[in-house]
């Protein structure tokens, strides 16, 4: 028990979490500042689990139906006809090369073609369906258009909004209003649920670098929360949102066939997302962490230099996806439109981007395989 405690003691200590000559008891709620409270991050914990409740109930009675209403097809592939050899093979190596798919060719009655086939309608059978992508891309920009509009709601009295250094007057000293509260919690609650959900949503290339991303801006928020950060917190938030408003609005018009759409959606969220992310962020926000904060607050600690390794853990996550974003930018004005996945299940840069080329060069590849002997085929 008693290392137990000591261990507490230790990770709490005011000399990691707090400023110089600034102990947890200077920092308890009283008449005039409300501070934050490290136990209130407990409820977005069972906040998330109502998040993914909401979110199923909507996906069901109001994204799906209005999917079916804009022709978005519901059944995924047909299904295959079951064979025992062939699912076996299937499970150990989805992608088998000619010689894999020659040698289960001798042990069944099936030509090498008839199997290619086989295997190519297997994979399009576990693929989700275009209404389910559609349905999780409605989930999540209904959730970013409601947070970046209860966002500039919260923000716009808050003289931190106007100018960036009223983040460090009098740091920690600083209340939390209840909107900014509602804010950090509701928020916590989504990223939590997106943690959780994603093993269960579409795959896509960037899995990874997702879980990273949700991981490490719910790290952000639970340190700046902590540490009483919250004015540059919701900041960040409020500058994260906006773009993926238009991510996922061109992906819903792309599934639903409305291709001008898409591409006029696709092409604001580019522009919004090299001004937020490449320039707003680092510029405005990072700047304020890294440049002014010190010469406001005279003395760090520990936790703020975490802190701001975790913003900077996410500017090297945004120009990640800048250099994906701007590789099918190009490709789109090349070709003229926007099509597929903007981000694709595939694990591989070129699968993807093949994926965004117009219907014509598809065919060219898919003629040019065709004519390819075939040892050489992908299958």
Known sequence: MNIYSSILDSFWSPKIWLPPNITWADLVPNEKIQYTDH???????PMAFVMLILRYLLERNIFAPFGLYLGIKASKSKKVPYN?????????????????????????????????????????QDKPSTL???????????YYTYSFLYGIWCLWDKPWLWNIDECWTNY?????????????????????SLAISQFRDVKRKDFWQM????????????????????????????VHDCADIFLEAAKMAKYANYQKVC????????????ITRLVVFPCWILYSTTIRAPRIVNTMFPAYYFFNGLLLLLLALHIFWTNLILKIAYNAIATGQMEGDIRSSSSEEYLMLQQILPIQRQSNYIFQENCMPRSERRL
């Open 211 to 238: 879980f990273v991303h949700h991981i490490a801006t719910i790290l952000l928020m639970a340190f700046s929360w902590v540490c009483n950060l919250i004015r540059v917190g919701t900041l960040v938030l409020l």
């Open 172 to 192: 920690p000293h600083q209340s939390i209003t209840s909107d900014c509260w509602w804010y950090y919690m509701i928020s916590l609650s989504f990223y939590w």
């Open 263 to 274: 591409d006029a959606f696709f092409g604001i969220f580019t522009i919004i997302w090299l």
């Open 39 to 45: 136990r209130h991050l407990y409820y977005p914990l």
């Open 84 to 124: 025992e050899l062939l699912e076996r093979a299937f499970k150990n190596n989805s992608k088998m090369s000619y010689k894999e798919v020659a040698t289960i060719a001798k042990q069944t009655d099936m030509s090498e073609r008839q199997i290619e086939r086989w295997l190519r309608l297997r994979r399009a």
């Open 132 to 142: 389910i992508k559609f349905c999780e891309n409605s989930w999540r920009c209904s």
